[in-house]
Each structure stands twice: as C-alpha cells, then as structure tokens.
DNA sequence: CGAATAGCTCCTCGAACGCT
DNA sequence: AGCGTTCGAGGAGCTATTCG
C-alpha cells in the first residue's frame, strides 16, 4: 500500500563530501554536492560554477603531479623544489584538462541527465470559482493551521490534533507535526515552534494547493509546481508596496516551508452501498510533501538574498487516494467530495477582517454539506473560535460589544463580496442586524447567538452545489426547470464544449469528472447528440470560463 | 503502445398515458 | 383517483477505434 517511495527522501543525502584532491581522482558527483543547491535552478550557472570548481581542483592535483613528474621522470630531478618550475609544469597540466573541458559537450549532456528541467512549468493562476475539495480532511486541517488552541498534548507528550466527525463520533482525523520531509512526530515543545508559524497564510496556501491538487487526475501519484508570485497575486498581496517582491517570496516559502511539517492520520468509514463501505483510514503520513526552488542572483557566498522568484513543487500526501479519487468514487471504493472556492476569499485580510475570514474558509467548506446554508450565529462563532471566547463576552459586556462589532463587520465585508446573507426575519430583528445604529436593549449578546440567519457564498456556486447534490428531495416537477435558469444564459453549444474544453487540454474524462457524469455523456454533448441540460450547461460555463 | 474518444447496449427514473 | 405500462432522456459499463 505505501510502495510509492517519497521523492524527497533523496535530499538527505550527501551530507559529507571526501574531499577529491588527495586521491587525485575527480569525482563529478563530489563537484555536485560540493555546490550550493540554488545552483541546480540554472544549469547556466551550474556550469559554471562546477567548471570554476574544476579548475579550482586540478590545479592542487596539478602541482602534486607536476612535483611527482619532476622528480621521477625528468632528467632535472633537483628541480622538483623550484616552486616557478613546478608552477610552469603545472600550468601545462591544467591547461591539457581545461582545454578537454571547454570543449567537451558530453560534460553538459552528463548535467542534462542529472538535472531536471531548469525552470519548472507551472500551474495557472486560480480562477475566480475554482473547485475544491472539501472533505472532512479540508476541515481538519484548516482547523489545524488557524485553531491553535485545538492543539494538545497526548500521554507521551506528542502534540496532536483531533477532528471527529459530527455524525459518526468512530470516525476520526488526526494530525500530528513533524520536520519537513520526515513523519517522525515531534513532541509538544519542538511541534509549538511550527505551529506558532501556522495561521492565515499558511491556511490560505493550504486553499490553493488544494484547488490545484483537484486538477490531478491522481493527486497521490503526481507533483505540480506553482510560483510564489502567482501566489502573492492570488493573495492580493501585489497591492501591498511595503514590502519588497523577494520578501513576500521568502514569506510564500517559509508558509510553504510550514506545510511540509504537518502529518495526517485518517479512520474513516462512510457510506453503506451495495459493495458495503468506503473505508477511507490512512497510516500517519504527510499532507503535503513540498519541495523549494529558490531563483535569483546570487552573492559571494553562492547563495540567494533577494530572490526574483520561488518555484514550489507539490505532491500530495496519500490522504489524496481515499478522499480525493475520482476513479475510486467511481466504483465506491473512495471518496470525491469537493465544493467550490471564491477566488476573492484569499484576498480577505486576516488582520482587519479575521473573522470574515475564518467564516469564509468554514462556509467555503461547509456549503457543499449544508445546501439551505441556514445557521445559527452562535454555531459559526464556535466554530470560528474556541468556545472561551463566548463565554467570556457573555461575561464582560465590553468583550461583548467588541465580539459584536466583530460579527457586523464580517457580515457586512461578506455582503460587499457578494455572498448571500439573508437575515430571519423572526430570530434576527431589525435592530439586531449589522447595518443598524440605535443602542442596543439588555441581553442583546444572547438574542444575536441564537439568532438564524442563511449564508452562501457568492453566484454562482450555489447553483453550481445544487446541480451537483443528487436531488433527493423531491424536485417540483416542470416547473423547476423553466425556473431555475432565469438570471444566466445557461445554454452552451457542443462546439463552445469541445473547443474550450480542448483550450484548456482537458481530456473528456476529466470535464466529466468535474461535471459529475460519464466521459461518454460528455463525448454526446460534444457531438451534440445530447441537449445539454441549464444545470450542466452553467457548470460548463464556470468551469470552462465560456463567455457568450 | 497507451491514452483519448466513440459505438453499442443496458439500466434507471420521471412523465405521460390508458385502463379499471 | 389509483395503478400499471410505455416512452424517452440521462447515464453507466464495456469495448472498439483512432491518434500521437
């Protein structure tokens, strides 16, 4: 089951170099390690540097072997102390090496084959709605990057965080903290420091690895890369001119750094059907097992200071195969469960708007679940804190005041993004509503948590959830068809399928595989044997960016 | 040769229809 | 009205063909 061997294991190795020039042997691969690891970004400067290395090598054999030739083979033995003499014999001697070297192409064809590729093809950028999944493992760990207080410490002193599922209290997800590309669990002092790392950023990076991670066709078997930059775009971070770009890159990588160091742990049982049950329990292993470029000139000492940019490579850890596999949904051996994301809640500030935040990511994952997006406000502030933080303004009416400016202020940023919030008119009276001014009467704190209210993210992903969740609740017949497409154009045409679909080098399959129907279904469409219902028709609008 | 696509067949489900 | 039958759309599985 674990057969798959982890590609980063390699980089453990070469920790000691046997230094070459003793034994008067050059060994390529010593020159390699020898060199900074930046270097293996550009070959260019790899080259270089290992040709400067080279150099730098045979010019100490030379002088040993020059000495060596002195005395044993020429007719002027006494000569072998004449320092410019044996400088003289050997100059000739590097110059017979360099002159091989300069020249010689299998030299680089050696690195062609040791080097990968020297800058990464990476991902697009996010679009505005893009799929993500949104399994319980998506809520377990957003509650491991942004609940610190979630954290604890278990009998032996390892640190650990427990997720249960609402319904099934057997089903469990834990994760554990670890250094990066290893699965050792750290115990609580050690796992603190990674965990003080962790929090919005970290959360939001997190968000999209994981919407790219659904452009896998098995996410368990493949590595992507992605650039920093692109992510400092997706974060809205290019607005921010306080901040040097190769900052912001060094913070990117450091976030990313973060995520190699959490673990997972999965027992999940769901679902009974005719096979029986998915069982979805995964031995402890990575999240995400990530690996760093870093490109850019470097100084003195062969290293980068201020990078132009960071190449971020992913692979997704083995918690992929039983949550995120399409083909194993398929034949009910594995979850797909996925919801969709809002392009723009990555840009909400944790700093001025962290409760809007922490409700965006909880709903982002939540609507996929609870189609009726109906809560209750005390429901989406524990989830959004820990429980002290209530009781604690039930307490102090000035933590009160603030914990409902707090609330009103993320409703309100909410609404300006578009997501949909209706008030219910009986539990959540006008004057107990965000844009209202007048005082607030005595035990105002309690009327707001059990307060109702319905929230969903913005157009269209609601509709998009609707036409994914099998309708097991009755459908009112006809009518429902002629009135669920009235604000969009919902019609596409076979050859707008075909030709976007293609655009974006998807594969039948694979449109099928977001659309929730069969490779074969889709093939139809595209040769338009098949009408294609408003519901799909929007989805492939969305999903394949189709203007009119 | 393997991945992508298309052809064929069969199943399910809801709407419409007809009979009692 | 209640029930069974029929029909067509949607969809899945298996497999043949095409294409790079």
């Known amino acids: 089951m674990l057969e798959d061997t982890n590609p980063n294991n390699k980089r453990s190795k070469n920790k000691s170099v046997p230094d070459s020039t003793n034994s008067g042997i050059i060994n390529l691969s010593n020159l390699v390690t020898k060199a900074d690891p930046n270097l293996l970004l550009d070959k260019k400067q790899l080259v270089t540097a290992l040709r400067s290395d080279f150099s730098d090598g045979i010019k100490k054999i030379a002088i040993h072997a020059a000495i060596k030739i002195i005395k044993e083979t020429s007719e002027q033995p006494e000569r072998a102390s004449d320092e410019a003499y044996i400088e003289e014999v050997a100059a000739k001697i590097v110059e017979s090496f360099t002159t091989v070297l300069k020249n010689n192409t299998e030299f680089e064809s050696i690195l062609d084959n040791v080097l990968s590729e020297a800058v990464p093809v990476v991902q697009p950028q996010l679009k505005t709605i893009v799929p993500i999944p949104s399994s319980a493992v998506m809520f377990s760990s957003m509650e491991a990057y942004t609940r610190k207080d979630l954290w604890q410490k278990d009998t032996e002193g390892i640190a650990y965080l427990q997720h249960r599922a609402k319904g099934n209290p057997n089903n469990y997800i834990e994760h554990y903290i670890s250094n990066p590309g290893d699965i050792t669990m750290l ?27 659904m452009n896998q ?63 979805g329990s995964v031995p402890i292993g990575r999240m995400w097992n990530i690996q760093i470029k870093v490109s850019g000139q470097f100084n003195l000492e062969g290293k980068i200071d201020n ?77 959004a804190f820990s429980k002290t933080v209530i009781d604690q303004a039930r307490l102090d009416f000035r933590k009160a005041y603030d914990l409902k400016q707090r609330w009103d202020n993320a409703i309100i940023l909410l609404l300006e993004l578009g997501w949909l919030v209706v008030f219910d008119p009986e539990t959540y009276p006008e004057w107990l509503r965000p844009e209202c001014k007048d005082k607030k009467p005595k035990g105002y704190l309690e009327k707001l948590l059990s307060a109702k209210l319905t929230i969903k993210p913005p157009a269209p992903i609601p509709e998009l959830i609707a036409s994914k969740a099998k309708p097991k609740a009755k459908k009112e017949p006809l009518r429902s068809k002629a ?25 039948q399959a694979k449109l099928a595989g977001f659309l929730g129907v069969s490779q074969k279904l889709v093939s139809l469409i595209e040769r338009g044997e098949r009408t294609v219902n408003p519901e799909i028709a929007a989805q492939i609008r969305t999903l394949m960016d189709i203007q009119d």
């Open 187 to 213: 115990p609580w002092n050690e796992a603190q420091q990674i965990i003080d790392k962790f929090g919005f950023t970290t959360a939001k990076l997190h968000l999209i690895f994981a919407a790219h991670t």
């Open 483 to 507: 009135k669920a497409t009235p604000p969009q154009n919902t019609c596409v045409t076979s050859s707008q399928v075909r030709e976007a679909r293609i655009a974006k080098g998807w594969t």
């Open 307 to 383: 990078p132009d940019e960071v190449y971020i490579t992913i692979q997704p850890g083995l918690w992929t195969q039983d949550f995120l596999n399409r083909a194993g949904a398929k034949s009910r051996e594995a979850l797909y469960q996925f919801g969709y994301l809002a392009q723009q809640v990555l840009k909400i500030d944790p700093y001025h708007d962290e409760l809007a935040l922490r409700l965006a990511i909880y709903l982002t994952l939540d609507s996929r679940v609870r189609l009726d997006g109906k809560y209750r406000v005390i429901e989406l502030l524990e989830t």
């Open 217 to 279: 066709e098995k996410p368990w078997q493949s590595t992507f890369d992605l650039k920093a930059s692109d992510i400092i775009q997706e974060f809205g971070w290019d607005k921010n001119h306080k901040k040097l770009k190769s900052e912001k890159l060094l913070e990117i990588a450091s976030t990313a750094f973060a995520l190699d160091c959490l673990l997972v742990k999965t027992v999940w049982v769901e679902g009974r059907n005719k096979k029986g049950e998915i069982i």
